[in-house]
């Protein structure tokens, strides 16, 4: 999780926080969950029957779409499970390795993909926790972006984030968002490297240059419409949040 704001606050289980550190002007915090998708990996690879995993290969589904797809026809709340995210501990906010994880409500009657759905939401509120705590501590989240594998594969999953946190929430128009993140973005001084792979074709800097280095605002796209934050895009971005449109999970209890 990285958030940004205009003052530098206190906030518990921040992982840090650096002015200059996303964008110039701006203090970029950093926090997070000790596990998500080793969450999941976890599950499929120690509590699935064979009869789960035959099926899939049968339809030839990967075994987390086939997971999908069966917790999407439960209710919110109707297999009666509630779970805490910290198989590995918790790092935001508590800062605790020796924390563990826990599954309450479970008979003899459950079955696998109401667990599996009882795990996102676990790591749904997880999120929510954090940004609760910024919130409450003076730094506001007025918007949410997210981009990697999960966020590109699972549906479920974003809807849940999106309704636990009653934010909308929106999809990198990238693939490689993250990747391009790490493997461009440089410290002040940025826009020579800008213009070193301005040679490179639009495709290939649409995907290098993502989601405006992962800044949780809109940016300034390349028809100069305003932003409330400066971004990469006053580096002649084309990024392709900017360019096109992303995948959006709006929350039907968002006002």
Not at 168 to 189: L, T
Request: proline share 6%.
């Amino acid at each position: 999780h990285i958030l940004m704001g205009t003052k530098e606050k206190t906030v518990p289980g921040m992982c840090g926080v650096v002015e200059d550190g996303v964008v110039p002007g701006y203090f970029g915090y950093e926090a997070g969950q000790s596990c998500v998708g080793d969450h999941f990996d976890w599950f499929v690879k120690n509590c699935l029957p064979a009869s789960y995993r035959d099926e899939a290969e049968k339809q030839g589904v990967n075994i987390h779409k086939f997971l999908r797809e069966k917790a999407k026809q439960l209710r919110v709340g109707e297999s009666g499970l509630v779970a805490l995210d910290w198989w590995n501990g918790n790092r935001s906010v508590l800062v605790d390795v020796d924390l563990t994880g826990l599954i309450v409500g479970m008979t003899l009657l459950t079955k696998p993909e109401e667990i599996y759905r009882a795990l996102l939401e676990a790591t749904a509120y997880g999120t929510r926790m954090i940004i609760d705590t910024f919130e409450e501590n003076g730094v506001p989240i007025r918007a949410l972006y997210a981009a990697g594998g999960i966020a590109e594969k699972d549906e479920l999953m974003m809807q849940i984030y999106a309704d636990v946190t009653n934010r909308e929430i929106r999809i990198s128009g990238s693939p490689q968002a993250c990747s391009g993140n790490a493997g461009v973005r440089p410290k002040p001084g940025r826009s020579r490297y800008i213009r070193r792979i301005e040679s490179l074709p639009s495709n290939a800097l649409s995907s290098i240059i993502s989601e405006r280095w992962s800044t949780p605002m809109p940016c300034t796209n390349t028809t100069g419409n305003p932003s409330s934050l400066p971004s990469i895009a006053q580096y002649g971005c084309n990024c392709a949040m900017c360019s096109s449109p992303s995948t959006r999970y709006k929350s039907p209890f968002t006002q």
